[in-house]
């Protein structure tokens, strides 16, 4: 295997030609100015045509599922060949093509209905009849296992199978992120609101941890992380994750959600657990989805609020949104080739929320909001093109595989509100007189002229995977694949200015951050059928090279014009990245790996799995996991794991730098988030940043007491030791500091700074309960599913460096109280989702209530204090700024139904009674409202604050 055709084994080098397919993507054409240029392109052209149009194999076997009580065809039944890795599922019409010899066994299992087991027998085409039976989700899964798949019921750990087409059919809610959120009991996903730039990210997470610490997977490869930091005003301060919402819904089949630590199975990152989105195999049918969905809020709309002259705010109904998407599917050659192809489009537009009323006898009112006059959510434009593809190459029993797309995304998200009045240094003025801008400076009804900049964001992801898998002789299976994925998030300033030159420039190229990751894996698995009740042997390797860079903007959007010192530098709303920001970072990691998976006796599975890993900035790590189910009977499983798992830091964590410029007078100095080998960390005594460790342990049954009835319970405990977080910022003014350090600071010219560390040990401590009664009589359906997370988080022990731990105030600002609250609100006491439906033929009728527990959160505080606290309104007391939001339940109601074989409505609303968060104030302290994250009525909790969310759906399929 050493010819250019195979040049994925050399991943550094690969890594490269991927970037040239990437641009091929996004370019459609390129500027070929050398001969190397050309001969790269050229080799890895072929590479895919020789794969894609020669290599066919085997033969293909389709046909349609159908209840046998009514004649409907079936979505999402799993179809899987015996005693084998080929496992796919039937589309919204009931069809499926998979590929199987004439000797092969078919597997047919699906919710609420008897498996059935078919020889192909030679046949081409086979049509099945599922009568209803059982009720719990016979699903087999792919994750957690090296093996050929097992029933979900009878996996050692706890996997959660979303059907994400049934899933985003009866809600508003278009991005995947979103529609996990009330899908999945341990999931969690609050909406950031003028977050520079966390607005368009939607990073979700597992049991409460980090966005960073649940793996995510395409078809059982890394998928490739955001460019983007969550920095200012966010959950997940300090991370990175993957943004899901750069995959487009209908390319997805389902989603498979490993609870459980899988470090020592897939490596870095797995610390809660592990996503795989499964993408669709569909071929025959082009299928087409057409959604709007609205906000329709009379309580928080700005445009209803009494004092609405004085806010930005669009119609009754805002957040307007529209998504079309389309998936074909094609057979490639006679041999059971596919080729699935998915195009999507959504656009949506801004919400505007504020209190209604501004009267201070009114329990419910707040006072005018000057410091974020346009709150709520940033409007933004997507457009994707994904693939999957498969092609067996004939006469053997090995396959070529490949699966990507490119997702662009352009945003818009209002930043806090300038007011001349508070501060008209931020302005452009002659001679201290404002200078007036149409289109860009407002002027409110008191008089008060303002601005809103806007922070834009163009999100660009690309990602190619290609691969060749197959079997040895009768039974050890090999996977050979390359996986390239880039990402690029660019700020842009719009509406705003930079003070100190003037009104002449209005839209600011403010840089930004670009991660390639390419990985590399060679997994193998073998299965003994005669040792024991049977034994599977994994083991593989992988390499992944990684790169991080941060460009910077043009000089306009961070440069002081001013002399004087007096007019504010740089583009505000997000000042531009500098170029001593600008980076250009990478490391390689190896890692091996060997997992056995051994049913002991027909009722005892055992797993094991060890996992070595090498970085080479920071050094290496060793996981374990041991797992096991024993089955008590038929109907009842138990199940329990017990492992080690880490998060390596990521590039971004430490190589991000972001520096902006504060005039006091006509000292000029740089706030600065300073890189961990940054002579300013070093001097803080901030040692480099090392992996997060933990250590997880799980127990829980799985009990089927009758055919139309499930229940899962799981708990769960998982210490992480030294999470990576971003401090507090150090002014070189503080005299309590250490001498060396602030010495360091004025010597840069730097008045402030803040860092990474790995700063806290965490415990989280937790339950999942799922329940799914199912039942069918004749031609009517009835379901009724209760997913529940119970948890709590402990914060251990904080990290303090000597030199910045030395005071009370010092330990406060490096993680303050404040931090502390969003850290352990990522990890809410409750999640309670009931799901009761009925359907009768063409018709179903739904509901969906989420109970999101009570979290609290501390305010910025006036400063007067080392905990936050704010003055009351009569000025006789400080009281703790502490804004407690209580459970809310929010419901959600649907109605779908199929007009023919060919189109099928649906119609509904989520938080059909337009429930909202509590206010974010104190009692007794209203005039420090807004003083929280957003500045707005409410934080960024996990229900929401844009209110009732109506939808209509129309899906056609030809």
């Not at 899901?244 to 997805?252: F, G, H, K």
């Not at 590399?520 to 005669?530: D, G």
């Not at 319970?713 to 210490?719: A, K, M, N, P, S």
């Amino acid at each position: 295997m050493s010819g250019s055709g195979f040049r994925m084994i050399y991943p550094v080098y690969w890594a490269k030609n991927s970037l040239i397919f990437l641009n091929l993507i996004k370019h459609i054409s390129f500027n070929l100015n050398s001969k190397a240029m050309k001969k790269n392109l050229l080799l890895t052209i072929c590479f895919c045509l020789i794969f894609s149009f020669t290599l066919l194999a085997q033969s293909t076997v389709s046909g349609t599922v159908t209840d046998a009580s009514n004649q409907l065809p079936l979505p999402g039944v799993s179809v899987r060949v015996q005693n084998s890795t080929v496992a796919t599922s039937t589309n919204d019409q009931g069809v499926f093509s998979i590929t199987a010899s004439g000797t092969s066994v078919l597997v047919f299992t699906y919710t609420g209905y008897k498996s059935q087991t078919i020889p192909v027998n030679g046949r081409s085409r086979i049509n099945i009849l599922l009568s209803s039976d059982v009720a719990q989700l016979n699903e087999v899964v792919a994750i957690g296992t090296r093996s050929a798949g097992r029933v979900k019921l009878e996996t050692a750990v706890p996997v959660d199978v979303v059907s994400l087409g049934k899933a985003a059919s009866n809600t508003g809610r278009m991005d995947v992120t979103d529609i996990l959120n009330y899908a999945a009991p341990s999931f969690n996903y609050n909406r950031q609101s003028g977050s520079d730039g966390a607005d368009h990210v939607e990073l979700g997470t597992l049991r409460g941890l980090g966005p960073d610490q649940t793996l995510v997977l395409v078809n059982g490869k890394r998928r490739h992380s955001t460019a983007f930091v969550s920095v200012f005003g966010t959950r997940g301060r300090g991370n990175s994750g993957v943004d899901l919402s750069s995959i487009p819904t209908a390319s997805i089949d389902r989603l498979e959600i490993l609870r459980d630590g899988a470090s020592a199975q897939y490596g870095s990152d797995a610390i809660a657990g592990v996503i795989n989105l499964v993408l669709k195999k569909t071929t025959g049918q082009f299928t087409a989805n057409v959604g709007y969905a609205g906000y329709y809020d009379p309580a928080f709309n700005s445009s209803k609020s009494v004092v609405s002259a004085y806010y930005p705010h669009a119609g009754s109904i805002d957040g307007n949104a529209v998504t079309v998407d389309d998936n074909y599917g094609m057979p490639l050659g006679k041999n059971s080739g596919f080729l699935n192809l998915t195009g999507d489009y959504s656009k949506n537009g801004k919400t505007f929320r504020q209190t209604k009323d501004t009267t201070g006898s009114n329990p419910e009112a707040l006072p005018l909001n000057p410091y974020r006059r346009a709150n709520g959510d940033g409007s933004a434009e997507t457009g994707s093109l994904f693939f999957n593809n498969e092609i067996p190459i004939a006469n053997s029993q090995t396959t070529f595989y490949s699966f990507g797309g490119y997702t662009y995304k352009s945003g818009e998200a209002y930043a806090f509100t300038r007011n001349f009045s508070g501060r008209p240094e931020r302005f452009p003025t002659n001679n201290g007189q404002l200078i007036p801008v149409v289109g860009v400076i407002f002027q409110d009804p008191s008089g008060d002229s303002y601005f809103n900049p806007l922070i834009a964001t163009h999100n660009t992801d690309a990602a190619l995977a290609v691969g060749i898998k197959g079997t040895l002789g009768t039974s050890l299976d090999w996977d050979l694949s390359n996986n390239t994925g880039n990402n690029k998030f660019h700020f842009f300033g719009e509406k705003t200015f930079n003070a100190s030159l003037g009104p002449s420039q209005q839209r600011f190229d403010d840089g930004g951050s670009e991660f390639l990751q390419n990985t590399t894996n060679l997994n193998f698995s073998k299965q003994f059928a005669s040792a024991l009740a049977g034994l599977n042997l994994g083991f593989g390797a992988e390499y992944r090279y990684e790169r991080y860079k941060i460009f910077a903007g043009e000089e306009a959007s961070y440069k002081n014009y001013d002399p004087a010192g007096i007019q504010a530098p740089g583009s505000q709303g997000f000042p531009g990245f500098q170029p001593v920001d600008q980076v250009n970072a990478n490391r390689s990691v190896a890692g091996v790996y060997v997992d056995l998976e051994a049913d002991i006796t027909k009722k005892w599975l055992v797993d094991f799995a060890n996992r070595y890993e090498h970085y080479s900035d920071f050094g290496s790590n060793f996981s374990t996991k041991i797992a096991s189910r024993y089955k008590l009977t038929n109907t009842f499983n138990l199940r329990a794991s017990v492992g080690t798992g880490f998060r390596a830091p990521s590039l971004q964590q430490i190589n991000y730098s972001s520096t902006f410029t504060n005039v006091q007078g006509t000292i000029i100095s740089e706030v600065k988030i300073a890189p961990n080998y940054s002579p300013i960390t070093r001097a803080a005594g901030i040692p480099n940043l090392k992996q997060e460790k933990s250590k997880n342990a799980g127990m829980g049954f799985t009990y089927k007491p009758i055919p139309e009835l499930s229940f899962t319970l799981d708990g769960y405990i998982i210490q992480v030791k030294d999470r990576v977080v971003l401090s507090g910022q150090f002014s070189a003014a503080d005299s309590t500091l250490d001498p060396g350090f602030t010495a360091t600071l004025n010597n840069l010219q730097v008045g402030s700074a803040q860092f990474f560390a790995n700063a806290v040990n965490t415990t989280n401590r937790g339950l999942d309960v799922v329940i799914d009664y199912t039942r069918n009589v004749g031609d009517s359906r009835y379901r009724l599913v209760f997913t529940g997370n119970f948890q709590s988080m402990d914060i251990d022990k904080i990290n303090y460096p000597t030199i910045l731990g030395t005071t009370e105030a010092l330990r406060e600002t490096f993680l303050s109280a404040r931090e502390r609250k969003f850290i352990l609100a990522s990890a809410p006491a409750q999640k309670l989702v009931i799901n009761p439906e009925y359907g009768h033929k063409a018709f179903t009728a739904g509901a969906r209530v989420t109970y999101f527990g009570k979290i609290d959160l501390f305010g910025y505080g006036d400063g007067s204090t080392l905990t936050p606290t704010v003055p009351t309104d009569d000025g006789t007391a400080q009281l703790p700024d502490e804004y407690i939001y209580s459970g809310k339940a929010v419901s959600d109601l649907y109605l779908t139904y199929g007009l023919s074989k060919s189109a099928r409505i649906a119609i509904g609303a989520d938080n059909i009674f337009n429930v909202h968060p509590d206010l974010a104030y104190v009692k007794g302290a209203k005039g420090y409202a807004f003083n929280n994250e957003p500045s707005g009525p409410s934080d960024a909790v996990q229900m929401g604050g844009n209110g009732r969310r109506v939808f209509a759906r129309v899906a056609l399929t030809f």
